[in-house]
């Protein structure tokens, strides 16, 4: 999971981040301004200081936010100077939006704020609905406005093109002020802010609500829509005056009166964000009102003014004000709902941040309060803050490059110290002096402020707002102006020139911390580890021996899960306890974990040469007995009567004759009273797989010819436990007979089946031997734990994932996980990995003329609630998880982003069923549908790491030859919202970050050939081709469109050693012709197949597809790994197909094997034997099957 | 993934750093070799033995782990043959005058009595004048599990207070014990790993079970109670033990080496933390047997 950030402001206003990978709170650094309201999303946190504007912190991003903007030239012919932009004055403008009735001239583009800039001028947009115009970009009508065609017609008068500009928000990673549009001749600035809503569309980042409380009490809210800059702030009426607001990632909206009643917005809903009316929820106890609210999804958490926490039973989007409250323990100042409706506090006494811990989507109130005990940065140096803030992913997030230079700049012995550590082992804490750039500002004024004492909001409230009861207001103000450049960007590391005034600050600080020494260093950090000295509160307000006192959190953009470790909460003499953690840390670095482990293993196979070597032809001691496990399972008997049937299971294993083990697995069972049974070797089986079976435990075992019959043995166990003991078991047990063990070599193949397993297969060099390889029927595949939709691979043995929830994902070079415990699976490399995806069913409704539509259908209609096919039932109770291992974490809601639309209400019409459906309601309409989906989630363990922060929804790994030598691999992606992006890894270490390369539209799949071949398809099924992509130059400059087949949607491209292979939306598999090196681009595209869901080309040009519809003599199988057979240097299209394991596959990388066949030298009957022979490694050119005499 | 330089450890990261396990063999690699480690054995009759034909010596490669009386029946019967049932009580054996206690694991013996000499090693078997003194009687293969099955009681007790090993049934008992009577890795492990774990919160077992052997004392063994990890939150090592138990064993740097720690054959680094020592090369007993001999003077 990647790190995400939890935002607090302690009570002088100083807003500091913990990350969830982290152990410290960082400050953040450009925040000279003070703060009093954070609420933090995911992607930004929106504040308001105590100069009461708005600010933004928008987190640095690899993808940048662009938004592109788009204007049209529109020309008319005539007969004299044929097209021209001499239009008819009935017309419309010659540069106008693409209605035509706005004029817009390239000139009257203006960036909308300084923190916007171009990314490049204005050009034109050559492609017209997936093709290449070719023309120009021109596209021709008859008149305006109508119907453009790509072509010129006779009848052609007028014509447009499309010019287009990208502008990309760069004040990222800083507060940016918003403007406030104070149009009132009173000022009402801002008190309260919060943010949510983005759950309201299923778009996930669509759109963002935020809800603000002004000083006299007025709520004012604005939406930003498709990340864009939100309209204005527009005024919600309320019933009386409002102190805090709280809206929820969904629809819900709480705020608290003045006179401590509650607040409920009702009616917001997708179409509706704003909401319709206003009811009021009385305060929990009478007479005591409430203080604070904080609501999540599906809940409501509110303070009320003596301090007790309240929970409010029975709260969800049908019902927003829930039925009651329940009295919770601890004493809290403030409250916060996070992600997934995780609670944050600050505790009355100790103004402490607290975690709400056990909070789950079935015990949503949670178990206890535990206090967060992390230190902060202030005692850090600048340098080493930064530094660590790399780690954390903390604020600084995504400014690497610039934080570094400037941390080796200011005090080298800091970097090396980093360095050295190379894992997050925090230098020593130097406690340097309060800056003296900090405001004096007194902090009981602020506290009180903050702290919800109603006295003084009364008082405060009494007199005129902008006026003298917030003096302290007066300095950071003052100090905003003096500082802040005129483009209100704040950060000193964002704008491109460092304000010198800053510089010399942070120098003088690092020169503090150097100076301090290290006996110093040491003294400082036990006292702030140990003894916690108030002393200093009076005289030294930022004294550092103090425990933080918080005033506010934000857990808005913190996502806690259940298995999340979090080192927040070392108890409360946490320094000790830390500095003892950071000791053992230090204690075992890996150079030395490398020395003890080393030697074990070397003495280790030392003693065995000395005591076992010479000895081999001593008689064991023991001799290899036979050993059994047996149980009872049920099997599928295939055939009549075609039902479960009870057997016992046996599984013999023994010592082969050359040491090796191997196995027998027999099944034993009844039928009319004769026992029988059945048996099947263990060197025989080629795959294990579970299958996908929500009412039993099953599991299917192929052998080679079972594979090519179609017809795996299955059978069923009584408990998941059970089956999962019987899998770890037989396969550790089909991996001994076949001498594999450890982890998967950097050659090996790598697929993915439906259900998301991942199966890995050691390939041999017979495999791509040509004219005989080894039947790919015959491969032996492995399990490997986790859960992914996408694998890449190369023969370096980089290798990475994607799953369902477009999380990136990288194979550690570790083995088994998931169910494979103990002998099956490697010690290290093995994590938690989490997948969520969606599971839908169908609503389906018919019309009668009486009551319109209606549930009741015809008697031959399918159910009313179904799956897609209409074939099986489907209700919203009846529908579980895919499999007991995947737990929901939504409700059901419907789903809009369903393919051909639907109406405001989620629904699709059609005149019959089943039949294609359509978004808008006609007259020939009679049945409708809406889909519902549900979120559910799976966890479990694999050799896999995430790799934050981007969700990828393709990757492409450079494939390199067999004995290459590449330094620095190239990755290609396309992020989940269609950016293309590209990084640099070395075969060792994955690289740090990817960079954007720039497209005019969203693509869907990517793919690298060995010599930088890079050929994308977009998300609109056109195919482009990225020129001059190099070793040296690897992002390559521009894109090139290449039209797809006739009439077809491209989906897949994969890029071998030279060939190219395509895959269209109807399952068609086309072979680029015509590429050389010259001309890489290609020719024309040739069909090779129908029926392809997927291909995968490997680094010696091997064709391996996932194909549907093959059939073997006992059934017909969907999602089948196949491959080319006959395909040679001179024939990469080969001849035909050779099948292997499925169905039930659907992803396949061969991108791995650069393993050469062994050259097999044929008993040469006639000269023409060349053709027939395996690839060619020498250099001797061939044609036509014959060789070319030198 | 090829080997990871120093300085590549500069700009490693969290999201590399399960690299650097990759290149090392992998932890259950350790199980094996200690699993399937084999010491060849010369076994010849003693000379007091009477026989009624000259006894060839009886070579075998025996397991470490295991005890000399479990897989000692073909040395029985090759000796037998030579011999009459009369002069025949049980069997025992020595090694250059030293009776071998069979209820000490075999490597355990070797180690303890035979390190730094030639192989194969020479065992003298003994039918006559039984060493009451020395030995405890092993009359069956039940005597062996027994004891075997105590000492993984024992174990589990300090490690775990007993809960692992109560929570087992019989037959995972049984399983562990024919796992080690014939030899199965898998069979033994499948079980084994229980006992082997612990929250990982705790960072170790409760107690550390081990026993330190030397030669040089009249004390069969040393046992004590030892925490893999020290009330600070320090991970204790193999050098943290014996610096307690055995101060002896570690020497400064410019003194000549005067003993050898040894485990399984081999000497284990002195910052090797107890616990992966304890995880890793225990002997199917669950207990650390670590064996401390002279060093060699040479």
């Known amino acids: 999971m990647p790190s995400s950030l939890l935002w607090a402001v302690d009570v002088y206003g100083r807003v500091y981040s913990l990350s969830t990978a982290g152990q410290q709170w960082e400050h953040c650094r450009d925040a000279h301004l003070e703060f009093k309201r954070v609420t933090a999303v995911q992607q930004c946190c929106w504040s308001i200081a105590c100069d009461h504007n708005i600010y933004l912190y928008v987190h640095a991003s690899e993808v940048p936010i662009r938004y592109q903007e788009e204007t049209y030239e529109n020309q008319r012919w005539n007969p004299v100077d044929g097209f021209s932009d001499r239009l008819l004055p009935s017309d419309r403008w010659q540069w106008s939006d693409i209605t035509g009735l706005k004029h817009q001239p390239l000139g009257d583009f203006q960036l909308p704020s300084e923190n916007w800039e171009w990314e490049a001028d204005w050009y034109i947009d050559e492609n017209f609905g997936g093709e290449p115009t070719e023309k120009g970009g021109w596209t021709y009508a008859i008149d305006f406005p109508a119907t453009y065609t790509k072509d010129k017609k006779w009848n052609s008068c007028v014509r447009r093109r499309r010019w287009i500009r990208y502008r990309r928000y760069k004040a990222q990673d800083t507060w940016v002020k918003i403007p406030s549009e104070q149009t009132e001749s009173l000022p009402d600035p801002f008190n309260d802010i919060t943010c949510g809503g983005w759950e309201i569309t299923e778009e996930p980042r669509g759109c963002l609500a935020l809800w603000a409380v002004s000083l006299q009490g007025k709520v004012r809210t604005q939406f930003f829509i498709q990340s864009c800059r939100g309209s204005v702030w527009e005024e919600v009426p309320v019933p009386g005056e409002v102190v805090q607001i709280s809206c929820g990632p969904g629809d819900l909206v709480w705020a608290v009166l003045w006179e401590g009643h509650l607040l409920v917005r009702e009616g917001v809903g997708r179409d509706c964000l704003k909401g319709s009316s206003w009811v009021t929820v009385e305060s929990p106890s009478p007479g005591v009102g409430v203080v604070h609210v904080a609501v999540g999804v599906n809940v409501v958490w509110a303070v009320t003014k003596d301090h007790k926490v309240w929970f409010r039973r029975g709260v969800n989007s049908h019902n927003p004000c829930g039925s009651g409250w329940i009295g919770m323990v601890g004493e809290m100042v403030m409250i916060n709902v996070g992600l997934s409706d995780q609670v944050w506090a600050i505790g009355f006494e100790d103004r402490a941040v607290y975690f709400r811990q056990g909070v789950t989507a079935s015990e949503l109130s949670g178990k206890a309060w535990k206090v967060v005990s992390v230190p902060r940065d202030s005692e850090r140096s600048h340098s080493s803050a930064s530094a660590s803030s790399l780690q954390s992913a903390g604020c600084f997030f995504g400014g690497e490059v610039r934080l570094q230079s400037q941390a080796s700049m200011l005090s080298d012995a800091d970097a090396e110290t980093e360095r050295a550590g190379g894992e997050v082992v925090p230098t020593p804490e130097i406690g340097d002096a309060p800056k003296p750039r900090i405001p004096k500002v007194t902090s009981d004024s602020f506290i009180s402020e903050l702290v919800s004492d109603r006295e003084g909001q009364i008082s405060r409230r009494d007199v005129p707002p902008a006026g003298p009861s917030i003096p302290e207001e007066d300095h950071p103000e003052k100090e905003l102006e003096d500082r802040a450049s005129p483009a209100q960007v704040l950060s000193p590391s964002q704008s491109g020139g460092v304000d010198p005034q800053w510089s010399n600050v942070d120098l003088e600080e690092a020169q503090t911390h150097l100076t301090s020494g290290p006996g110093g260093d040491a003294a400082e950090t036990s006292s702030l580890s140990s003894v916690a000295t108030y002393n200093l509160a009076l005289e030294e307000p930022y004294g550092l021996d103090e425990p933080p006192k918080w005033a506010w959190v934000s857990g808005g953009g913190c996502l806690v899960e259940c298995h999340t470790q979090l080192n927040w909460f070392n108890s409360s003499t946490s320094t000790a306890l830390n ?48 050993w059994v496990k047996k149980g009872t399972m049920q099997w599928w008997r295939d055939w009549k009567p ?62 080679a010819e079972r594979t090519k019959q179609r017809w795996p043995m299955r059978l069923a166990a009584a408990t998941e436990l059970e089956m999962h003991d019987w899998l770890a078991l037989l396969s550790v047990s089909c991996c001994d007979s076949r001498g594999i063990q450890g982890p998967p070599s950097k050659q090996a193949i790598w697929s993915v089946t439906c259900k998301g397993d991942i199966f890995v297969s050691e390939p041999t060099k017979e495999l791509e031997a040509s004219p005989y390889p080894t039947p790919c029927a015959q491969m032996f595949w492995r399990q490997v734990g986790g859960h992914l939709r996408i694998i890449e691979s190369n023969s370096l043995g980089v290798v990475w994932g994607i799953g369902y929830d477009h999380t990136a994902w990288v194979h550690t070079g570790g083995y088994g996980g998931g169910f494979f415990q103990g002998l099956a699976s490697s010690t290290d490399n093995i994590y938690t990995q989490t997948d969520v995806k969606s599971v839908y069913i169908y609503e389906n409704q018919r019309w009668n003329p009486v009551t319109g539509y209606t549930n009741r259908g015809l008697p031959t209609d399918r159910y009313m609630w179904s799956n897609a096919s209409g074939l099986k039932e489907c209700t919203k109770n009846n529908t579980k998880p895919p499999s007991p291992n995947w737990t929901w974490v939504s409700d059901w809601t419907i789903d809009y982003a369903v393919p051909g639309g639907t109406d405001r209400e989620g629904w699709q019409y059609a005149a019959d069923f089943p039949a294609s459906y359509h978004g808008n309601k006609t007259l020939k309409d009679f049945v409708r549908r809406r889909r519902w989906a549900r979120k559910c989630k799976l966890t479990t363990t694999g050799p896999w790491q995430e790799v934050p922060p981007i969700p990828l929804s393709d990757i492409t790994i450079l494939p390199c030859g067999p004995k290459s030598t590449v330094e620095q691999v190239s990755l290609w992606a396309i992020s989940n919202k269609g950016d293309i992006l590209c990084r640099l890894d070395t075969s060792q270490t994955p690289g740090s970050s990817w960079l954007h390369v720039g497209t005019d539209q969203p693509f869907k799949s990517i793919s690298i050939g060995a010599v930088h071949q890079v050929w994308a398809i977009a998300k609109d099924g056109s195919a482009f081709y990225r020129g001059s992509v190099s070793a040296q130059n690897p992002a390559g400059d521009c894109w090139y469109h290449i039209p797809s087949p006739t009439g077809q949607k491209l989906k897949q491209v994969s890029v071998g050693r030279t060939s190219v292979y395509t895959v269209d939306e109807n399952g068609n598999l086309w072979y680029r012709h015509g590429v050389t090196p010259s001309y890489p681009q290609g020719s024309s595209w040739e069909h090779i197949s129908n029926n392809v869901r997927k291909v995968s080309v490997g680094p010696l040009d091997q064709v391996w597809v996932i194909a549907d519809k093959v059939q073997g003599s006992h059934s017909l199988s969907c999602g089948t790994v196949c491959r080319r057979l006959g395909v040679l240097p001179m024939e990469p299209k080969g001849h035909s197909w050779d099948y292997g394991i499925g169905g039930g596959w659907d992803h396949i990388t061969v991108r791995g094997n650069a393993m050469e066949a062994p050259r097999i030298v044929m008993p040469s009957l006639t000269d023409n034997q060349t053709a027939t022979r395996p690839l060619q490694t020498s250099n001797q050119p061939e044609m036509n099957g014959n060789p070319v005499g030198c | 993934m090829t080997s990871l330089g120093v300085e590549d450890e500069l700009n490693s990261n969290a999201s590399c750093r399960h690299l650097m396990n990759v290149i090392m063999a992998d932890d259950k690699d350790v199980l094996r070799d200690v699993w399937f480690g084999r010491i060849p054995a010369c076994f010849t009759l003693s000379p007091e033995e009477t026989t009624e034909r000259e006894a060839e010596p009886y070579y075998l490669l025996l397991p470490r782990v295991s005890y000399l009386t479990l897989v000692t029946d073909k040395v029985k019967k090759h000796f037998l043959r030579v011999m009459k049932t009369e002069d025949v009580e049980e069997m025992w054996f020595e090694y250059e005058g030293t009776p071998l206690k069979w209820h000490y694991p075999i490597g355990v013996l070797f180690d303890l009595h035979a390190s730094n000499t030639a192989l194969p090693w020479n065992v003298t078997v003994h039918f006559k004048n039984f060493p009451e003194r020395d030995l405890l009687h092993c009359s069956s293969n039940s005597v062996i599990e027994a004891h075997f099955m105590s000492c993984i009681k024992e174990a589990d007790a300090l490690k775990h207070k007993s809960q692992v090993i109560n929570d087992m049934q019989k037959k995972d008992h049984k399983q562990l014990w024919m796992g080690l009577q014939n030899d199965k890795f898998d069979q033994f492990w499948a079980m084994n790993r229980k006992l082997m774990e612990y929250p990982t919160e705790e960072g170790g077992f409760r107690y550390i079970p081990f026993r330190i052997y030397q030669t040089t004392s009249d004390r069969p063994f040393i046992q004590k109670l030892f925490r893999p990890v020290s009330p600070e939150g320090h991970t204790l090592t193999l050098g943290d033990l014996l610096k307690e138990l055995f101060p002896a064993a570690i020497c400064a740097e410019d ?22 020592l304890s995880e890793h090369l225990s002997h199917p007993d669950n207990f650390l047997h670590i064996s401390i001999i002279p060093a060699p003077s040479d």
């Open chain 1, 579 to 626: 500095s003892s953690m950071q000791a053992m840390s230090l204690s075992i670095t890996p150079a030395q974990t490398a020395a003890w482990r080393k030697q074990i293993f070397e003495q280790l196979s030392e003693r065995s040469k000395r005591e076992m070597e010479n000895f081999m032809h001593y008689e064991q001691a023991i001799e290899q007995s036979v």
């Open chain 1, 642 to 703: 075609h039902k479960w049937v009870d057997v016992q299971f046996a599984l013999e294993q023994f010592s082969g004759v050359e040491g090796n083990k191997d196995g027998i697995l027999f099944i034993y069972y009844t039928f009319n009273d004769e026992k029988k049974y059945l048996h099947m070797f263990i060197n025989e089986v080629t795959i294990l797989v579970p299958v996908l079976n929500d009412s039993k435990h099953t599991f299917a075992i192929y052998t």
């Open chain 2, 255 to 276: 003194e000549p080496k005067r003993f050898q720690v040894m485990i399984h054959g081999i000497e284990p680094l002195l910052e090797t933390p107890i616990q992966w």
